[in-house]
């Protein structure tokens, strides 16, 4: 649905974006995650045919962003960190308003609007002036305004910014009910956790370019190692470390419980289970230790490294 080849951005001798290649699938929750300034909004703002690339090229939904602009703006719906609201409008106008200028028939904006705002608990304050809403009414309306026309792809910068916790959650099952229908979200966002819940794949942008690329699963072990699991007995360990010694990595251990690593969990840790079985121990739990993709991006973007260092060894190591 998405695809970059170099794409870049260069405002001068400043190199907002540097040679960005994605490919993003139908139907895929795609988060851009990055400290300010790396060129994640400069990136969307191409991808969504509002900048004009440098070098490089980008289509959207087979959509060259250049060459046919006006067709990709169609087929998109992008909300801003700042959505700027007309705050004179009221909602219906509001969303009638962008509604012609998707050239939707009336009777079909009419019954968008009422249905998106229901969804999103604003069609009783749908007859209020918008500079009446709160910051999170008003986010909310711009989400709305986004997805309007329905598009196939949504660019999403921060969504859920200011917004109180039930109004995040409306927008995240929101989000996950747009990926069910298969469209395609790209979502640009500093709240970890929630990039973390939402997206299929990450890319992680420093300075222009891509870090790291990947599935959350893949990025935290290749970033992080194998992953950590904790074994917890109804008895003393005293004795049984060699059953698990030739099985897995001890990393540490107590009376009672160990941690270790093993690249193949999914094979070893039966194996395990059943050794210990066998040999009559009690088990009361075998799971893994979380590891937050926090830590996967603070180990990206706090590398001292150059830029260039940095990129051609996680592409050795298979991250981007």
């Known amino acids: 649905m998405i695809e970059t080849a170099n794409l870049s951005k260069h405002f001068g001798s400043i190199r907002a974006v540097d040679g960005i290649d994605l490919r993003v699938r139908e139907g895929e929750v795609f988060a851009l995650l ?8 400069t990136t969307v703002r191409m991808l969504a045919a509002i900048l004009k690339p440098t070098t490089g090229w980008a289509r959207v939904a087979g959509l060259d962003t250049v060459r046919e602009a006006r067709q ?10 700042a ?16 509604g012609q200028l998707y050239r939707l028939p009336s009777r079909q904006r009419a019954a968008r609007s009422e249905q998106l705002l229901r ?6 304050a749908r007859h209020r002036r918008l500079g009446e809403y709160s910051k999170g009414m008003r986010q909310k309306l711009a989400l709305v305004r986004a997805m309007l026309h329905d598009p196939l792809v949504l660019f999403l910068d921060e969504p859920t910014s200011a917004m109180d916790p039930y109004s995040a959650r409306q927008v995240r099952e929101a989000i996950l009910e747009l990926r069910r229908e298969s469209r395609t979200i790209v979502l640009c966002t500093h709240n970890l ?19 790291a690329l990947g599935s ?6 290749r970033l992080l ?13 005293d004795g049984l470390l060699p059953l698990l010694e030739d099985l897995v990595q001890l990393r540490e251990y107590g009376n009672n419980w160990a941690r270790y690593t093993t690249p193949m969990p999914e094979t070893v840790n039966p194996q395990l289970m059943q050794r210990l079985i066998e040999h009559g121990v009690p088990v009361i739990t075998l799971s893994e230790v979380p590891r937050n993709l926090e830590e996967v991006y603070l180990r990206i973007v706090n590398d001292k490294q150059s830029d260039a260092e940095t990129y051609h060894q996680l592409l050795e190591q298979g991250i981007t």
């Open 34 to 41: 990055g400290p300010n300034g790396a060129g994640k909004t």
């Open 72 to 81: 990709v703006r169609q087929s998109v719906g992008l909300l801003t960190e």
């Open 83 to 98: 959505p700027g609201l007309y705050t004179r409008m009221r909602a219906l106008e509001y969303l009638d308003f962008f």
């Open 119 to 124: 969804r999103f608990d604003l069609w009783d």
């Open 193 to 211: 956790s929630e990039a973390e819940a939402l997206a299929d794949r990450i890319a992680i942008i420093r300075r222009g370019r891509i870090a």
């Open 216 to 221: 959350i699963s893949e990025l935290k072990r």
């Open 225 to 237: 190692g194998d992953p950590l699991f904790e074994l917890r007995l109804g008895t003393s360990l």
